[in-house]
């Protein structure tokens, strides 16, 4: 995490309220999501288990690739820090 910010909470020109700011990123690494289904799934034709439904499986298989892909992007959060201070 690199950040940086300006203000101070204890302000030396005897205001009493002063806003610190501090802005910069948080790397974290690749996200990694992994789902998993349990239980019984009705539909117009029918009920069947979700677990061991071999074309849910797939469908689930696939949606969690594509979820994996885009969370790759995502090695870098940004942080925005804003605080309000009051000095009696």
Known sequence: MLTAGFGNLIPRSGQHITIPIEFGAAFTGQPHMNVELHGTACTTEGCFDAAIDPT????????????????????????LTVGVAYRF
């Open 56 to 79: 849910t499986q797939l469908n689930l298989k696939a949606e969690i690739a594509r979820l994996n892909s885009n969370l790759a992007k995502l090695t870098v959060y940004p942080i």
